[in-house]
Nanobody, 124 residues
Framework: QVQLVESGGGLVQTGGSLRLSCAASGMIFSDRDMGWYRQAPGKQRELVASITVNGIVSYADSEKGRFTISRDNSEAKVYLQMNGLRPEDTAVYYC??????????????????WGQGTQVLVSS
């Protein structure tokens, strides 16, 4: 079965950096679009960054210039480099395998598989 296992979370001070990793198994990783999501306490889960099979990346506006998503198909891993962390970045971060759905209004990501999440805590 498909498994996505995140690692790299932890406690960091404001302005610090973390690199999250997600190891995928049970699927043809190079054929999957991938994403990183986060969920802060009391808030909805939100998309942070995505990367397509062709390496096309996109970011939420608040993460542009601070976060970098990348993938290594040879190791079936996707990464999220986070710099300039802020207290509002505190959340559980989830890796996802996802599919782009085209609608009459544009497009949206549909998540096919979730990881278990890794906690990121940014202290002020």
């Amino acid at each position: 079965q498909v498994q996505l296992v995140e690692s790299g979370g932890g406690l960091v001070q404001t302005g610090g950096s973390l690199r999250l990793s997600c190891a995928a198994s049970g699927m043809i990783f190079s054929d999957r679009d991938m994403g990183w999501y986060r969920q802060a306490p009391g808030k909805q889960r939100e998309l942070v960054a995505s990367i397509t099979v062709n390496g096309i990346v996109s970011y939420a506006d608040s993460e542009k210039g601070r976060f970098t998503i990348s993938r290594d198909n040879s190791e079936a891993k996707v990464y999220l480099q986070m710099n300039g962390l802020r207290p509002e970045d505190t959340a559980v971060y989830y890796c996802a395998a996802q599919t782009l759905i085209l609608t009459t209004h544009g497009s949206t990501w549909n998540v096919d598989y979730w990881g278990q999440g890794t906690q990121v805590l940014v202290s002020s």
